[in-house]
């Protein structure tokens, strides 16, 4: 028989929602015995378009580039320290492009099972709770997709073994 749960896909933005994305997918990727990837997107489409519309000269948009591939490494970084202080291995990848296809290819490429992203974070407006590319991911997927809400994550990813 298949498990529910062979191969998952984290989304890693570095925001406090998709840490605590990162700690429920561990545990789950614990609990069915599954593989892991952590999964940051430096969203050039978004660069790109800040440049054509001349809020960016191409000199700041390749050194804000630059900052988020930096970034990008240290929170991927964390996902697998995560992890490895829970026994697992999170794999890891650094894409480029925009957020929800980049996550979906990765997602088909990696046979992926299920995507795990971040919920929303609180004070924000209610015309921002879900993102467009949450809104992108949800629509597309083709496997199961978690929003991570988990008020407790970080006590049980504390207590977990």
């Known amino acids: 028989m ?25 545990l789950m ?13 430096i969203d050039t489409a978004t660069l790109k378009q ?6 960016f000269v191409p000199q700041e948009s390749a050194e804000y580039e630059k900052s988020l591939e930096e970034n990008g490494e240290r929170y991927l ?8 202080s829970k026994g697992l291995k999170v794999e890891a990848e650094l894409r480029r492009g925009a957020v929800y296809s ?3 290819s990765c997602a088909e490429e990696r046979k992926a099972d299920g995507i795990i992203l971040g919920g929303w974070e609180r ?7 879900i993102s467009a590319s949450h809104r992108e991911i949800l629509y597309h997927a083709n496997c199961s ?4 809400k988990e008020p407790m994550i970080d006590q049980f990813f504390k207590s977990a073994k």
Not at 8 to 17: P, Y
Not at 30 to 40: G, M, S
Not at 145 to 148: A, D, E, L, P
């Open 50 to 55: 800040l440049t054509m519309t001349r809020i």
């Open 102 to 104: 980049e996550i979906l």
């Open 145 to 148: 997709v978690i929003v991570v």
């Open 29 to 41: 990727a614990k609990e069915y015995q599954c593989r892991l990837t952590a999964v940051y997107v």
């Open 123 to 129: 004070g924000r407006s209610s015309t921002e709770i």
């Open 77 to 84: 970084a964390f996902a697998r320290e995560l992890g490895q």
């Open 2 to 26: 298949k498990k529910v749960f062979t191969n998952l896909i984290v989304a890693v933005s570095g925001s406090e929602a998709s840490i605590s994305a990162a700690k429920y997918a561990i």
